[in-house]
Nanobody, 125 residues
Framework: QVQLVESGGGLVQAGGSLRLSCAAS????????MGWFRQAPGKEREFVAA????????YVADSVKGRFTISRDNAKNSVYLQMNSLKPEHTAVYYC??????????????????WGQGTQVTVSS
């Protein structure tokens, strides 16, 4: 069992930056791939970024490539999402997720086993 708690969301002006953190409980954190997803009002949950269990491979959605970076620290049971050059269209609830996933499914939300409660990111124009 893994429990995930996101933090770092908030209100930021367009062009600004935020760093989201996700703290995980449980000794098996380092065995899970970790992902970030987001959901805007009236839209489906969409993939943002993911990182393999070792941190050796990262995956980023084309829509945020070059702006967002995912990283993890297994010693701290944490995963991070650095978001730069934010735009109003990045406004959404951002969720952290964990799962024992092969790379082929790492972009699919239904492949993940555990989810955090989400943190709101609002980007004003």
């Amino acid at each position: 069992q893994v429990q995930l708690v996101e933090s770092g969301g908030g209100l930021v002006q367009a062009g600004g930056s935020l760093r989201l953190s996700c703290a995980a409980s449980g000794r098996t954190f380092s065995t899970y791939a970790m992902g970030w997803f987001r959901q805007a009002p009236g839209k489906e949950r969409e993939f943002v970024a993911a990182v393999s269990w070792s941190g050796g491979r990262t995956y980023v959605a084309d829509s945020v490539k070059g702006r967002f970076t995912i990283s993890r620290d297994n010693a701290k049971n944490s995963v991070y999402l650095q978001m730069n050059s934010l735009k109003p269209e990045h406004t959404a609830v951002y969720y952290c997720a964990a799962g024992g996933i092969a790379s082929s499914g790492i972009r699919r939300p239904d492949e993940y086993d555990y989810w955090g409660q989400g943190t709101q990111v609002t980007v004003s124009s």
